[in-house]
Structure formats: structure tokens, C-alpha cells
């Protein structure tokens, strides 16, 4: 039985999360943290990773980024590994955690579901087919989003820079005053109501448009691929990994 911790327990994802373990029989939650301490729950919830006394083989987290220092510091000392699915990390953030993942296994992705995962891989096989075509990306999420453009976004954008590396970001077209450039990879963020997320990549040739999309309907899609990561990345030594590690795994 995998052992975990939830980061972010009492948010609307860590709900999430305690549901999706309550179904799979190969997992438990043990614990969590979050800002407030409660300890009247189905689970443990602590305000600081230092009140934690259970033994935890993986931290699963969708808090913020500002809990990443505290969750390194936790598997450090303890041994387990981490599932780190918040977005909105700067490059000193991501340095901590590739450092942290020479001795620890860590798991990151700026979205855990499967399907959004297997869009960036068709992503990538149309940009290496459409050449010539213009590329918009355009991404949907509720108004108590903070990050914008999303990390989805980002990650869908950097699979088009991987396999064409000509390609440059712009985010909105705001203030600028001339033709598109042929390399722009235009970046477009939308935030109202309670839409969960959604994602459309837009390639624009002559007379033609094909338009890649994904849209998610409910949280627990984010909550199930981390489930399924955390069992991914349990009982691995160190190393960092991604959701392109479990689709190539099949």
C-alpha cells in the first residue's frame, strides 16, 4: 500500500485527490498540509510539514508554488518522493527541483491529465507535418486562476519549440503594430466563471485550419493522473520525471 500525502488538502484539488485514492485500492492518504490545521477530517491535515509524523512514501501537491521549499526540505529528510503538480514555478524554483531529484524522485507537471499529454505529442507530429503554418494557442480557465498564460499553455508551446526551435512566444498582441511574423507561436489566456480548463492549438495555413483541443469537465481528471503518477514515480530512487514518462511506460 503507497502511502500519501496531500499538499493542498483542504483546496478544491486536494478533495479531489483524497476521492481518487478512495477508489484505488493500491494507495491511501495518510495525511496532509495545508495553511490551516484540521484534525477533525477523514485524514490528518497539518499546517507545516514539520508536524507531520506519519510515514509518507509520496507527497502528491496542488497547493502553490510557494510550499516547494517546504516539500524539498520534507522528502529530503524523509526519503519519499514528491508528485509536484502546481504551475506558476520560476527557473530558481525549477533549479531546486532538479538539484532535490539527484537524490529524490520527483514527478512535475503543469497538468496531470492523460489526454492534454497526449496532445502535446500530437502537437508535435503536426508541427513537424505543417510547415509554413501559423500557430495560435489559445487556453480557458476560471476566474480564480492566478497564473496566466497557463502552464498547459507553456507546455504546449514548448513542444512546438522542440521540434521547431525558430519558433518565438507572443503573449496577446496588445500594443504591437505591424504583420504577423511567420515564427510567432501567439499565446492567448481567457478567465471567466468556473470553466476547469481548456486548450486549443490552432494551426492556420492557406485555405485550411486544423485546430488540436482538449477540454477538461471535471478536476478529477488532474486528480486521477496524479494518483496514477504517484504509484508511476513509488519505490524510484531519485530521478526527475513527466507524464511522458507513464505513456511511453505502457
Known sequence: MIKILISGALGKMGANVISAISTDPEVTAVCGVDRTEDLSGCI?????FSKVTEQVDVVIDFS????????????SKTGASAVLCSTGYTPEDLEKINATSKTNAIFRSANMSLGVNVLIELVKTAVKNLAGFDIE????HHNQKVDAPSGTALMLADAVKDVDNDKFYVYGRNGIVGKRDANEI??????????????D???????????????????????FGAVKAAKFICGKKNGLFNMTDI???K
Open 247 to 249: 505513456l511511453n511506460n
Open 64 to 75: 502553490s508554488p510557494k510550499a516547494l521549499d517546504s516539500i524539498l526540505t520534507f522528502i
Open 186 to 199: 501567439g499565446i492567448h489566456a481567457i478567465r471567466g466563471g468556473n470553466i476547469v480548463g481548456e486548450h
Open 44 to 48: 490528518p491535515v497539518y499546517d507545516d
Open 201 to 223: 492549438v490552432i494551426f492556420a495555413g492557406n485555405d485550411e485550419v486544423i485546430t488540436l483541443s482538449h477540454h477538461a469537465s471535471d478536476r478529477k481528471v488532474f486528480a
Open 137 to 140: 494557442i489559445i487556453e480557458k
